[in-house]
């Protein structure tokens, strides 16, 4: 029997992580299968067992479970640790291993496939949910001079601050707090693309430095981008490269095979 791994999540139809691991797999010859699993909202713990069960290898977590995800692993990596949310679960005996790639695949998808390198940057990263926690350190760690946290409900932006408020100069608020400021980056980790929608943004955000990155790819580019390009802003990327960066590390963690991304990126986008 092939090594089974899926994708789990709600909704999962529009998910391209199983075309993006079995183009790994082809490509380092790994004998391994990929699926998704559509899991209801209170029945991730339940689909997750009944995959362990018939005998599933590990799995990526997407939207809406990287928190429950966090809280049922029995072992977490650093990263995961601090970023109190996961996107990987690896099964090993009875041991539940929760990992988060998405920082990582973040950050290599800006400084590697983008060639804009963090450090010293200004950065706005909008959303305080669980995808905006698995990203700050990894960014932190890149040195950038000013992460700032904005946040339509700035409580939760203030909570990741004061979270991380060790590891760099973070600020954090509400979108308007940021009216006039100008960024170098600004990544919109909100979920609001995932339903059509745009956060409520000042239209002075964006310089002619500024990428603006939006973590959801669809074909269209997203609002956010649509609006960030009208506003000024001086480039334009969606999650694509970091939707297969994280892929990477995922599948990095299984298989101990680091793959070839920019063809699987390529392909992708053709
Ligand atoms: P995820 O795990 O994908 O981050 P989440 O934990 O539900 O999902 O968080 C969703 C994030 O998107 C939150 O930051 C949410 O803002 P609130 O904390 O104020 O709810 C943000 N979000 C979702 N829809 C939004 C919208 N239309 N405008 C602005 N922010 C939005």
Redesign the pocket.
């Known amino acids: 029997m092939l090594d089974s791994y899926a994708v789990i999540g709600n909704p999962i139809a529009h998910s391209k992580s199983p075309q993006i691991h079995t183009a790994f797999a082809q490509q380092t010859h790994q004998a391994l299968q990929y699926g998704a699993i559509l899991a209801p909202l209170d029945g991730f713990r339940n689909a997750v067992e009944s995959f362990r069960q018939q005998g599933g290898k590990g799995l990526n977590v997407t939207?809406?479970f990287?928190?429950e995800a966090y809280q049922l692993a029995t072992r977490l990596t650093e990263r995961a640790s601090i970023a109190q949310?996961v996107n990987t679960l690896k099964f090993e005996n009875d041991e539940i291993l929760g990992d988060n790639t998405d920082g990582a695949g973040l950050v290599r998808d800006i400084e590697c496939n983008l060639g804009i390198p963090i450090a010293d940057k200004r950065v706005l990263l909008m959303?305080?949910?669980?995808?905006?926690q698995g990203v700050i350190l990894p960014l932190l760690q890149r040195h950038p001079s000013l992460l700032a946290i904005a946040?339509?409900?700035p409580q939760?932006a203030q909570a990741l601050q004061q979270q991380f408020i060790t590891y760099g100069n973070i600020v954090s608020g509400d979108f308007m707090r940021f009216s006039g400021e100008n960024f170098d980056l600004i990544i919109n980790?909100?979920?609001?693309s995932l339903?059509d929608?745009?956060?409520?943004l000042p239209i002075d955000l964006f310089a002619h430095t500024t990428l603006a990155y939006d973590m959801m790819y669809s074909h269209e580019p997203t609002r956010f981008l649509q609006f960030a390009q009208k506003n000024g802003a001086h480039q334009i990327a969606d999650g694509l490269g970091m939707l297969v960066e994280q892929a990477a590390e995922s599948f990095f963690l299984w298989r101990g095979v680091r793959p070839q991304t920019k063809p699987v990126i390529a392909m992708l986008k053709s």
Do not use: D
């Open positions: 939207v809406p990287k928190l949310a959303g305080a949910g669980g995808a905006a946040n339509r409900t939760k980790a909100t979920s609001a339903h929608a745009l956060p409520e």
